[in-house]
């Protein structure tokens, strides 16, 4: 979660509002409203990610945690090892995938 939290601040950063007072060129100007673009992006996602953490967190001593919402079977320790927001179950995303 610590990652997740540095990655909002630093795209928080790159994407403060670009001054027309800096004295940039006008395709540097160009090139860095378009990385802003991609960093308001960038920060959407790590915002979405620190939520889900955050919610998963709260409900790691419920008994509902570990369990897919679609199916309500188990979703497997591997998966919750690296991905501890999972709330659905490989077969299950494998199966919507179809």
Not at 28 to 38: L, P
Not at 46 to 64: F, H, N, Q
Not at 65 to 91: A, H, N, W
Request: charged share 35%; proline share 3%; aromatic share 4%.
């Amino acid at each position: 979660m610590k990652r997740v939290k540095s990655d909002v601040a630093e795209y928080t950063e790159l994407t403060k509002p670009i001054s027309p007072e800096n004295a940039i060129g006008r395709i540097s100007r160009m090139d860095a409203i378009n990385n802003k673009s991609v960093n308001e992006a960038a920060l959407r996602n790590a915002k979405d990610k620190l939520g889900r953490l955050e919610r998963s967190l709260k409900m790691l001593d419920s008994e509902s945690y570990g369990l897919c919402r679609q199916c309500g079977g188990e979703i497997e320790f591997e998966k919750l090892k690296v991905m501890p927001d999972s709330v659905r179950c490989v077969t299950c995303i494998k199966s919507a995938r179809y």
